[in-house]
């Protein structure tokens, strides 16, 4: 739900620290996942169209008040929509930062907090900033009531009703990767941050309350005009998938620049919008395969990114955590990016790392993504691990 707002509703004044689209201008849509039990609230955010959701998720708890989980920008109409579950199921008692790698979720911390100045606030630990590691109350949190996660989930005010695991510190060089996985027990429900993702064919609803990057994505070139239409649509988001996953997939081609401004004159719309009528980029006809390999039917997979640049930093512990996670009996995952909520049991999540093992039991939901499609995150590890800006990837379990 989401009702009609006005700018001023959707506006985010902050959007310079990380400038990510929408910029400014932020909807929120707020959705029931289990009646009176837990909501999630989305905005889209991108580069270059490339949108996709970010998602926060709140849970009501036994004894009334509610949960929060990787809060996203507290607009005014974010704040209401939270406001209306706060009167209807108790006051805001804890927000929890999940990641401490992820700025995306880390800038709206401290401005959603100070929105709910009763909560208690909690973080995962090895939080880090650059370029100074600056203390947690300078990055814009409540010094009088910011408290770390501890590793045993019992010594928080919340543990009867949630368990968590901590995943890291993992070792990226310039900072710590981590991320802590909530489990709701009365709910059966599993919430993470980046490890786990989903997609879907058609794009989520609220990418859809701006089709614009959806149809500036379905062109073959700058000079054609696309029909909005659910063709149009689904055909941009599955294509923005593939961007968002891979940076570029191999069904990718990116042309010279010169060819690019030449074309851009013949363009019909040249506005800034636009980016003035640039288009540097042809899809071959096949491309489809890609996407249908990244979306497996809606099963649940760890984002090419993550595999190759971040979690292969340390198979053994990220094996370790999923092992302790899949003892748990969920039976949906919310993660704080694309679809959502994913119909998976325990066992289909500790599927989706067995590409961090030599001889994995593979199964039938098994992501068995193009190698192909993995060459410029290759290309960019190679790089990285060259001019040592992060550790080499350590031996698969």
């Known amino acids: 739900m989401g009702g009609q707002t006005s ?10 620290i990380v400038p990510l689209y929408p910029y400014g201008q932020r909807a929120t849509l707020r959705r029931e996942i289990l009646a009176d039990q837990v909501w999630t609230f989305e905005q889209v955010q991108g580069i ?3 949108v996709v959701p970010i998602r926060m998720t709140v849970i009501k708890l036994a004894a009334g008040g509610l949960l929060v989980y990787a809060p996203i920008a507290p607009t005014r109409e974010c704040i209401a929509l939270l406001r209306e579950l706060e009167a209807a199921h108790g006051p805001v008692q804890y927000i929890l930062l999940p990641t401490v790698s992820g700025l995306e979720h880390k800038v709206f911390m401290g401005p959603f907090a100070r929105c709910f100045p009763t909560a208690q606030v909690w973080v995962a630990p090895n939080q880090w900033s650059f370029p100074l590691n600056l203390p947690l109350s300078w990055l814009g949190l409540p010094a009088n009531r910011t408290q770390v996660l501890p590793a045993d989930s019992g010594q928080t005010p919340f543990g009867d009703e949630f368990d968590y695991e901590i995943l890291g510190p993992i070792n990226l060089g310039l900072g ?13 429900t599993l919430l993470l941050t980046d490890t786990i993702v989903a997609v879907g ?3 989520p609803a609220i990418v859809q309350l701006d089709p614009y ?7 073959e070139t700058g000079a054609e005009e696309v029909p909005d239409s659910e063709a149009s649509r689904r055909k941009g988001w599955q294509r923005i998938v593939l961007f968002a996953l891979y940076f570029r997939p191999s069904a990718l081609q990116v042309i010279p620049w010169g060819e690019a401004f030449r074309a851009a004159g013949t363009a019909p719309d040249r506005s800034r919008q636009a980016y003035f009528g640039l288009f540097p980029f042809r899809w071959r006809s096949d491309w489809g395969r890609s ?7 809606g099963r649940p997979f760890v984002a090419p990114i993550l595999q190759t640049l971040i979690l292969n930093r340390a198979p053994q512990q990220v094996i370790a955590w999923a092992d302790r996670v899949q003892q748990w009996q969920f039976e949906s995952i919310i993660p704080c990016h694309f679809e959502a909520p994913i119909k998976a049991n325990p066992r289909q999540f500790r599927q989706a790392f067995a590409f961090l093992e030599k001889n994995p039991a593979l199964g039938p939901e098994s992501a068995q993504l193009p190698e192909p499609d993995f060459e410029l995150l290759r290309s960019l590890e190679a790089g990285l691990i060259k001019r040592g800006v992060t550790p080499p990837a350590q031996e698969k379990v």
């Open 7 to 16: 700018a001023r509703d959707r506006a985010w004044p902050f959007w310079p």
């Open 48 to 50: 270059f169209y490339v």
């Open 176 to 188: 710590p990767f981590g991320e802590v996985a909530l489990f709701h027990r009365r709910s059966r």
């Open 201 to 203: 064919e058609r794009p």
């Open 213 to 219: 990057p959806l149809l500036f994505h379905a062109r």
């Open 291 to 297: 996407f249908a390999a990244l979306w497996g039917e």
